[in-house]
Antibody, heavy 123, light 107 residues
């Protein structure tokens, strides 16, 4: 079945970087864009950006520009999200999710989600 | 960026009640509006895409309507398993902004 499996929880110090992986299976990896969404404790969902696994092109929310990098490895069907210059406000659960109809905006939502990766930023 | 405003932010309802949640976009998003359900400690689940299309496997008591800037999610007869938080999201343009969420609690 189609699924996205994310890497495990991370604890980082302020100023450090974190890299979260998201491994896809059960579908053609290069045909569906992958989004990253985060959720701070007790808060709502926040869209961070997306990557096209086919060509590697990316698009990010303005507030993360310069701090986030998204890459992919087509040999292992894995995408990565790296967030740098971490601060306490980056403590959150980070999700990857697949675009339902494959492409960039406009698109029809996200139909397959990873289980989430908890990132804790604490000194 | 397109702003998404949901209301109410929380509501209390009983099993069997009809529940309606609204979502308003700050500009027209055509029908590129999605609804998700999220239960505590779990990833969101896609319920409705393209404003009114039911995602495969989702019970027919869930329905969506609207276009342009005003949208509605309706649960025709609330079940125990429907108590959760519901989010709208526009995927008309980047960034794919979410509404603030609507928590549905047991009365």
């Amino acid at each position: 079945q189609m699924q996205l499996v994310q890497s495990g929880a991370e604890v980082e110090k302020p100023g450090a970087s974190v890299k979260v992986s998201c491994k896809a299976s059960g579908y053609l990896f290069t045909s569906y864009h992958i989004h990253w969404v985060r959720q701070a404790p007790g808060q709502g969902l926040e869209w961070m950006g997306m990557i096209n696994p086919s060509g590697g092109s990316t698009s990010f929310a303005q507030r993360f520009q310069g701090r986030v990098t998204m890459t992919r490895d087509t040999s292992t069907n894995t995408v990565y999200m790296e967030l740098s210059s971490l601060r306490s406000e980056d403590t959150a659960v980070y999700y990857c999710a697949r675009t339902k109809d494959g492409g960039y905006f406009p698109c029809y939502g996200m139909d397959v989600w990873g289980q989430g990766t908890t990132v804790t930023v604490s000194s | 960026d397109i702003q998404m405003t949901q209301s109410p932010s929380s509501l209390s309802a009983s099993v069997g009640d009809r529940v309606t949640i609204t979502c308003r976009a700050s500009q027209s998003i055509s029908s590129y509006l999605n609804w998700y359900q999220q239960k505590e400690g779990k990833a969101p689940k896609l319920l409705i895409y393209a404003a009114s299309s039911l995602q495969s496997g989702v019970p027919s008591r869930f329905s969506g309507s609207g276009s342009g800037t005003d949208f509605t999610l309706t649960i025709s007869s609330l079940q125990l398993e429907d108590f959760a938080t519901y989010y709208c999201q526009q995927t008309y343009s980047s960034p794919g902004t979410f509404g603030g969420g609507a928590r549905v609690e047991i009365k």
